[in-house]
């Protein structure tokens, strides 16, 4: 079985830094693209990021300028540095990961529980 575990989420004020982890566990052959997804109260879940083993990385219109989001190959992990943020970055944070899965082989599009992400004005 394999899992994503977020960290970092917590309150901030307007204006302020965070920094997200995700880390996979599990029996893992290899991971795809991962990436970062919000869901704000009342909301449909959006897009945040996303970047390839590669490192080709996309971005939601609410990120550009503001997020950086990175990835460590060797140690499963998926970041995401989230600068002056703002009342409205105030979401539940998702981390998200295509795995490529040992015994049984198989592809498995995996979602973390989620981070809780509170930006206060």
């Known amino acids: 079985q394999v899992q994503l575990v977020e960290s970092g989420g917590g309150l901030v004020q307007a204006g302020g830094s965070l920094r997200l982890s995700c880390v996979a566990s599990g029996r893992i052959s290899s991971i795809n693209a991962m990436g970062w997804y919000r869901q704000a109260p009342g909301k449909q879940r959006e897009l945040v990021a996303t970047?390839?083993?590669?490192?080709?990385?996309n971005y939601g219109d609410s990120a550009k300028g503001r997020f950086t989001i990175s990835r460590n190959n060797a140690k499963n992990m998926v970041y995401l540095q989230m600068d002056n943020l703002k009342p409205e970055d105030t979401a539940v944070y998702y981390c998200?990961?295509?795995?490529?899965?040992?015994?049984?082989?198989?592809?498995?599009?995996?979602w973390g529980q989620g981070t809780l992400v509170t930006v206060s004005s």
């Open positions: 970047i390839t083993t590669g490192g080709v990385i």
């Open positions: 998200k990961a295509l795995i490529i899965q040992l015994s049984p082989l198989d592809a498995l599009d995996v």
